[in-house]
């Protein structure tokens, strides 16, 4: 049996219909995934402003950690203080065990530097003496208390 040619025009012009729809729609479909991803770029540029913004800041105030060498070496700076306020022995004889992370902070002043260690957090105090020797001291704090003190030594 065969298909009157009137249905046969109806059916081709279905499908034609059908495939431009899906045409339309694949391209408003990319136009929406292009437009989200101008937006994206437009916010990753934003971002990017904003942290070479805070570089900029960062390296043109003064540091806290100024003096501070990667390696938790303190140096010598030129118009900076001879010692840091946590070299005074008395002020050791005052960090005893259970007191808060703040309390030492404010008794010895700011570590060189912070490392974990087996689920405790250690504030190294050090001071580079001379070519060869470093003044090294430590307070362990287990929940932000004081669990241990190393008094500094010569090293």
Not at 88 to 96: E, N, S, T, V, Y
Request: proline content about 6%; glycine content about 8%; aromatic content about 4%.
């Amino acid at each position: 049996m065969a298909i009157p040619a009137q249905t046969r025009r109806m059916i081709r012009a279905l499908c034609i219909a059908v495939l431009l729809g899906n045409a339309v729609a694949a391209v408003a479909a990319d136009d929406f995934k292009v437009s989200q991803l101008e937006q994206d770029v437009r916010d990753l540029q934003r971002q990017v402003q904003a942290l070479a913004s805070q570089i900029e800041a960062q390296r043109s105030a003064p540091a806290a950690s100024a003096g501070v060498e990667a390696s938790g070496r303190v140096r010598n700076l030129p118009g900076a203080a001879a010692t840091p306020t946590w070299v005074d022995a008395a002020k050791w004889l005052r960090i005893q065990p259970g007191m808060g992370e703040l309390e030492v902070l404010g008794i010895l002043g700011p570590p060189t530097s912070m490392r974990p260690q087996q689920g405790d957090r250690v504030l190294f105090y050090a001071l580079e003496i001379g070519a060869s020797g470093f003044l090294v001291g430590s307070v362990t704090l287990r929940d932000r208390s004081v669990a241990s003190v190393q008094r500094p030594t010569l090293q």
